[in-house]
């Protein structure tokens, strides 16, 4: 049989992906989540796999990446963006997360826009701890996408403007901007172009921002599902 190929666009990246996000226990939740909407989940974490390979990427990612086992039906869930609500609009999030693991698909993709972003690290930092927190409560793999909003370093005080802006401090707490995988017979290809212009400067409402780099066409002629 041949592979299927599966895509998802969304603004600024393409969306096909898989992360299995290791549970941190010692990450606090969310003052906007609360107690009282039953998060907690009763049945244990999916079993996973780290078969090399099925998971091809050029990047470097501190983020544990696992894979979900293939047996049986396929079945998958999508997340959008978290980004423009109030703060305690995270709890809806949440909510999500308690309805699918009673669905109980083999994988989660999000498409971009993880937090609000736009900020400087400490900023950042607080809102990746808050969405990890939520996240983290999944059963199955999660695979997220770098987004705009994830990171565009914005100046609101006093901080340096980081080399690459947010893309290291992504890289280690998200994931990579780029990779592919495969799952049973589908291809799965996550491509994020949310890169610097050539002056290093992101800026979203600039098609210099959105091309495609040497090192990710260099990717991309590699294939879904390479090594």
């Avoid at 990450?27 to 244990?44: A, D, F």
């Avoid at 049986?72 to 693991?101: M, W």
Wanted: proline share 7%; charged share 25%; net charge negative.
């Amino acid at each position: 049989m041949k592979p299927i190929y599966f895509a998802v666009l969304s603004s600024c990246l393409f969306v096909c992906s898989t992360f299995a996000q290791p549970q941190d226990d010692t990450q606090p939740e969310s003052e906007n989540v609360g107690h009282t909407r039953h998060h907690h989940p009763h049945n244990p974490k999916h079993e996973t796999t780290d078969d090399e390979t099925r998971f091809y990427t050029d990047r470097e990612s501190d983020v544990q990446i696992a894979l979900p086992l293939e047996k049986d039906a396929f079945s998958f869930v999508i997340f959008g963006d978290r980004t423009g609500g109030p703060d305690e609009g995270v709890a809806i999030l949440a909510d999500s997360v308690r309805d699918v693991n009673l669905l109980e698909p083999d994988l989660v993709m999000t498409v971009g826009d993880l937090i609000e972003g736009y900020n400087e690290s400490p900023d950042w930092m607080r809102q990746m701890r808050e969405y990890r927190a939520v996240m983290d409560k999944l059963l199955c793999p999660w695979f997220p996408v770098a987004g705009n909003h994830d990171v565009y370093w914005r100046f609101k005080g006093n901080e340096q403007k980081p080399e690459g802006e947010f893309e290291g401090l992504y890289e280690m707490y998200f994931g990579p901007l780029w990779y592919s995988f495969t799952h049973k017979t589908t291809s799965l290809l996550c491509f994020s172009q949310t890169r610097a212009t050539r002056d290093r400067r992101k800026r979203f409402n600039s098609p210099e921002s959105q091309r495609t780099e040497p090192e990710q066409r260099s990717f991309l002629r590699a294939g879904p599902g390479s090594r």
